[in-house]
C-alpha cells in the first residue's frame, strides 16, 4: 500500500538506435570496454617511480583486489598469470551493470 513504484527506464530515457541492430546494450557494452582500456591505458603511462595517484591509483587497487580477494585465495601463486584475464573481465562486467544501478 505504501510501496514506493518508480516508472520504467524506457518511461525516462529514450534511447535511439544509433543503426537497427545497435541498441542501448550494444552502446554499453562498447563504452564498458572503451572506458576500461582508457583506465588501464593512463595507469600504464603513468610514471611509476612516484607514489600513485588518482586514475592509476584506481587501476592499482582493482588489480590488488583481484590479485589478493580472487586469484590468491582460490588459486594460489600458480594462478597468478589468470590476473589480466580476471581483471578485464572483471572490470567489463562492472562497468555494464553500472548504467543499470544508476536510475
Not at 62 to 86: A, S
Request: aromatic fraction near 12%.
Amino acid at each position: 500500500m505504501f510501496a514506493l513504484e518508480f516508472p520504467p527506464i524506457n518511461e525516462i530515457l529514450r534511447w535511439s538506435d544509433v543503426f537497427p541492430s545497435f541498441n542501448k546494450v550494444a552502446i554499453i557494452s562498447v563504452l564498458a570496454a572503451v572506458i576500461a582500456s582508457v583506465i588501464f591505458l593512463i595507469a600504464g603511462n603513468a610514471d611509476g617511480s612516484k607514489a600513485p595517484k588518482g586514475v592509476r591509483n584506481l587501476a592499482e587497487a582493482i588489480v590488488e583486489f583481484i590479485e589478493n580477494q580472487i586469484v590468491m585465495p582460490t588459486m594460489g601463486r600458480d594462478g597468478l598469470g589468470w590476473t589480466p584475464f580476471l581483471l578485464s573481465l572483471f572490470s567489463f562486467i562492472y562497468l555494464c551493470n553500472v548504467p543499470g544501478i544508476i536510475p
